[in-house]
Nanobody, 118 residues
Framework: VQLQASGGGLVQPGGSLRLSCVAS????????IGWFRQAAGKEREAVSC????????YYADSVKGRFTASRDSDKNTAYLQMNSLKPDDTAVYYC????????????WGQGTLVTVSS
């Protein structure tokens, strides 16, 4: 039972990346899926949260209008589409089966580094 995050990399300001979070051992549409990030020297913060009840998705104010979370049940994968990236978006991004920042008993992916720099 695990989540595997990928898709990070180096991108110029204004660019786009799509992060993927592949679930194995469970069905991803049966859990809430949160995306989080942690920049160097800062605390982890929630970026978005999709409930498993098909209600509205939460986005942090800092990414609202630029990031879009989604999931594909057939591929058992969640995605975070990130557009208009800014240097402040530089961080390690994590996916998890929770919308809580401090939830050690939930399933967390290993993190993928996003660097926004010219």
């Amino acid at each position: 039972v695990q989540l595997q995050a990928s898709g990070g990399g180096l991108v110029q300001p204004g660019g786009s990346l799509r992060l993927s979070c592949v679930a194995s051992g469970f069905r991803i549409n049966t859990y809430a899926i949160g995306w989080f990030r942690q920049a160097a020297g800062k605390e982890r913060e929630a970026v978005s949260c999709m409930s498993n009840m098909r209600t509205s998705t939460y986005y942090a104010d800092s990414v609202k209008g630029r990031f879009t979370a989604s999931r594909d049940s057939d591929k058992n994968t969640a995605y975070l589409q990130m557009n208009s990236l800014k240097p402040d978006d530089t961080a390690v991004y994590y996916c998890a089966t929770t919308c809580e920042v401090d939830a050690p008993h939930d399933i967390w992916g290993q993190g993928t580094l996003v660097t926004v720099s010219s």
